[in-house]
């Protein structure tokens, strides 16, 4: 899965510009949601372990694995 979610990574950023891909690094990997020694202060929407093994399993049943 996460293969193939870096490989749609750079398909989309490809030819953005500087300014497009900070704002999409900025918008994509919430960099405010880390502390200044780099611990998660806050777990983003949709990253709890139960959401991502539940979007897991709903790739691999789209999948038809």
Known sequence: ???????????????????ELVA?????YRIETLTAAGELAVVPAGFERDDEMADFDAFAQMAGE
Request: charged share 30%.
């Open 1 to 19: 899965m996460h293969a193939v979610l870096d490989v749609a990574e750079v398909l989309w950023t490809e030819h953005m510009g500087e300014k």
């Open 24 to 28: 999409f690094n900025r918008d994509m």
